[in-house]
């Protein structure tokens, strides 16, 4: 249940855009924040707290409209870092310019979490740069119930630095060209920008752990599963550390080696003339099958040779090297291999484990799946079908072994 309201917004050398966005939210009836989080640079910070703290325009504007006044301190007021983690002043080389996309997304995407919190996000102040990535950022992490929104002041009264908000009584202010002005007149208006909301092709488990993947990457990642045709899979069959390459980025399989040989047997590349139909094991031809390609993955990761009629001791050798847990081979010894269920449930892993590394969209872009009917038909991406061949929607020459 959502209860309460941040107001988050980026500021540069102009704080007023603060109390601007709190007195048309308070004009137009429109949830009132609990707390307001302010986004800026080293310099924009002591402008924010001389303006907003100091001065005491915050509490002024609340007095004014008579509403509570939001939670916010010199704490609240975070600057952004460069791509050194310093302190920035202005965000011009493009690591810096990482950085600042890195360090607002990432604030978006933990705040998003809060489900009890709405977002009132205002890209009314700071640099364009700093505008796009938290309207962009938004896009990415923002909930239904949250909002987007600019401020609109009428001239001449925008950034004037006199100017906080306009006053119920006459008070007078000085324009940029020294004429005197009073606040009494101006009009502030709130324009809420309608946005689309990309969160459901980020699992939950990747916000939380946006930390370890950047602006770049996430966007890179969601290009990706529009351009299917760019991607690259490599195999690396390590013993210790299995891996799959996704392009440039490493997926370690270290602690899920049964998904990645499950994953390895379906995205082998294999000749016309192999003839192979690997299908969920439902009678003996179809589990002796499956069973030896998939021991025959695990093998390979410790460069063993299995002997497929001798399914004890080829499970024995797996064993011996930490291929196998001792549940897993009880498992496949009393059911003579692998059979349906142990088929599903390494695919419900699989997918659950490229859900939390990987935007949703890309996961089911990579994931093993049904390609072919019974009948021989092909199926295409987006198609499904109770029965049929297992099979990747990449083309062979995107799989490296």
């Given at each position: 249940?959502?209860?309460?309201?941040?107001?988050?917004?980026?500021?540069?050398?102009?704080?007023?855009?603060?109390?601007?966005?709190?007195?048309?939210?308070?004009?137009?009836?429109?949830?009132?924040?609990?707390r307001?989080?302010?986004?800026?640079?080293?310099?924009?910070?002591?402008?924010?707290?001389?303006?907003?703290?100091?001065s005491?325009?915050?509490?002024?504007?609340?007095?004014?409209?008579?509403r509570?006044?939001?939670?916010?301190?010199?704490?609240?007021?975070?600057?952004?870092?460069?791509?050194?983690?310093?302190a920035?002043?202005?965000?011009?080389?493009?690591?810096?310019?990482?950085?600042?996309?890195?360090?607002?997304?990432?604030q978006?995407?933990?705040?998003?979490?809060?489900?009890?919190?709405?977002?009132h996000?205002?890209?009314?102040?700071?640099?364009?740069?700093?505008?796009?990535?938290?309207?962009?950022?938004?896009?990415?992490?923002?909930?239904?119930?949250?909002r987007?929104?600019?401020?609109?002041?009428?001239?001449?009264?925008?950034?004037?630095?006199?100017?906080?908000?306009?006053?119920?009584?006459?008070?007078?202010?000085?324009?940029?060209?020294?004429?005197?002005?009073?606040a009494?007149?101006?009009e502030?208006?709130?324009?809420?920008?309608?946005?689309?909301?990309?969160?459901?092709?980020?699992?939950?488990?990747?916000?939380?752990?946006?930390?370890?993947?950047?602006?770049?990457?996430?966007?890179?990642l969601?290009?990706?599963?529009?351009?299917?045709?760019?991607?690259?899979?490599?195999?690396?069959?390590?013993?210790?550390q299995?891996?799959?390459?996704?392009?440039?980025?490493?997926?370690?399989?270290?602690?899920?080696?049964?998904?990645?040989?499950?994953?390895?047997?379906?995205?082998?590349?294999?000749?016309?003339?192999?003839?192979?139909?690997?299908?969920?094991?439902?009678?003996?031809?179809?589990?002796?099958?499956?069973?030896?390609?998939?021991?025959?993955?695990?093998?390979?990761?410790?460069?063993?040779?299995?002997?497929?009629?001798?399914?004890?001791?080829?499970?024995?050798?797996?064993?011996?090297?930490?291929?196998?847990?001792?549940?897993?081979?009880?498992?496949?010894?009393?059911?003579?291999?692998?059979?349906?269920?142990?088929?599903?449930?390494?695919?419900?892993?699989?997918?659950?484990?490229?859900?939390?590394?990987?935007?949703?969209?890309?996961?089911?872009?990579?994931?093993?799946?049904?390609?072919q009917?019974?009948?021989?038909r092909?199926?295409?991406?987006?198609?499904?079908?109770?029965?049929?061949?297992?099979?990747?929607?990449?083309?062979?020459a995107?799989?490296?072994?």
């Open positions: 249940m959502v209860n309460q309201t941040l107001l988050l917004a980026v500021t540069g050398l102009s704080p007023q855009v603060v109390t601007e966005t709190l007195y048309a939210i308070a004009q137009q009836g429109l949830e009132w924040p609990d307001i989080l302010i986004l800026t640079t080293k310099r924009g910070k002591q402008e924010a707290r001389l303006g907003l703290l100091v005491g325009q915050l509490l002024a504007l609340c007095q004014e409209v008579q509570p006044v939001p939670a916010f301190s010199e704490q609240d007021i975070l600057v952004i870092p460069d791509a050194a983690g310093n920035v002043d202005d965000a011009r080389t493009l690591e810096d310019q990482e950085a600042l996309a890195d360090f607002i997304t990432a978006v995407a933990t705040l998003s979490e809060n489900l009890n919190q709405r977002i996000a205002s890209i009314a102040g700071g640099r364009k740069t700093m505008t796009f990535y938290l309207g962009y950022a938004m896009t990415l992490f923002g909930r239904p119930f949250d987007l929104s600019h401020v609109l002041v009428s001239e001449p009264y925008e950034a004037i630095p006199d100017f906080y908000f306009p006053t119920q009584q006459s008070k007078r202010i000085v324009a940029r060209d020294g004429s005197q002005l009073d009494r007149d101006a502030v208006t709130l324009a809420e920008i309608p946005f689309i909301s990309q969160r459901s092709m980020v699992s939950s488990t990747l916000l939380q752990q946006f930390s370890r993947v950047s602006y770049i990457e996430l966007i890179r969601l290009q990706l599963a529009q351009q299917p045709g760019q991607l690259q899979l490599k195999f690396c069959h390590q013993r210790h299995p891996q799959v390459w996704l392009n440039d980025l490493c997926l370690d399989f270290s602690k899920r080696k049964l998904e990645f040989a499950f994953w390895a047997m379906i995205a082998r590349p294999r000749s016309p003339d192999e003839d192979v139909s690997i299908e969920r094991p439902v009678d003996e031809l179809s589990k002796a099958l499956v069973t030896k390609l998939y021991l025959a993955e695990l093998a390979e990761m410790a460069g063993l040779q299995l002997d497929s009629r001798q399914l004890s001791q080829s499970l024995e050798l797996l064993y011996d090297h930490d291929l196998l847990e001792q549940k897993t081979l009880e498992s496949l010894l009393s059911n003579d291999g692998v059979n349906g269920s142990f088929f599903d449930t390494r695919r419900t892993n699989l997918k659950e484990f490229l859900y939390s590394q990987l935007p949703s969209a890309l996961t089911e872009v990579l994931m093993p799946a049904i390609i009917r019974p009948d021989g092909k199926l295409q991406f987006g198609q499904s079908s109770q029965r049929g061949s297992y099979g990747m929607w990449l083309a062979p995107q799989i490296q072994m």
